[in-house]
């Protein structure tokens, strides 16, 4: 993951693709790596402000995997701002799009976000069964940095206290 430093220059030259006529990169292409740079770095605000363009133009151009990417950061912000009803629509439209295209790089970060969001809510075993699906996709690909960043969030999530008991989970997405 890159700094805060490094998320800037990397929107920056983004937007400033935005404006900028390319014959190998389209505006639907720049959109889509604009909301999954900010769900990476879970900027709600950037996310909010190009994944409603990212959405049209993915619809648009029939782009599966830019809708799966777009549903996954709406999913983050919506996680973010205690919208987590609605993060596990967006979340679960991703990775059943995902899970058809057979991107299991995507498909291992969009577990990686559903476990997030179930740690969110305090569901323990939820989040463990999304991280531990997330960390096979990974460790599947050989995805060293992807491994590491989620049996660091499976051993947090083993730490926390206070969490649901087992059978008072009703998580939306805890079956998928």
Do not use: C
């Amino acid at each position: 993951m890159t700094g805060e430093g490094e998320f800037a220059l990397i929107k920056q030259y983004l937007e400033n693709a935005l404006h900028t006529s390319t014959s190998w990169m389209g505006t639907h292409d720049v959109y889509a790596a604009l909301v999954d740079v900010a769900a990476v770095h879970y900027d709600e605000a950037v996310i909010r402000q190009y994944a409603p363009q990212a959405e049209d133009l993915a619809m648009r151009h029939g782009h599966a995997l830019y809708q799966a990417v777009t549903d996954r950061a709406w999913g983050v912000a919506h996680r973010l701002a205690g919208e987590y009803a609605a993060a596990a629509v967006r979340l679960g439209q991703a990775l059943e799009i995902l899970r058809g295209l057979g991107a299991h790089w995507q498909i291992g970060r969009t577990l990686y976000e559903l476990g997030q969001l179930a740690v969110t809510q305090g569901y323990r075993d939820s989040a463990h069964a999304h991280l531990i699906q997330a960390l096979a996709a990974f460790e599947t690909m050989r995805a060293a940095p992807d491994v590491e960043r989620v049996k660091a969030a499976i051993s947090l999530n083993s730490s926390i206290k206070g969490a649901k008991p087992p059978g008072e989970e009703a998580h939306p997405a805890a079956g998928r």
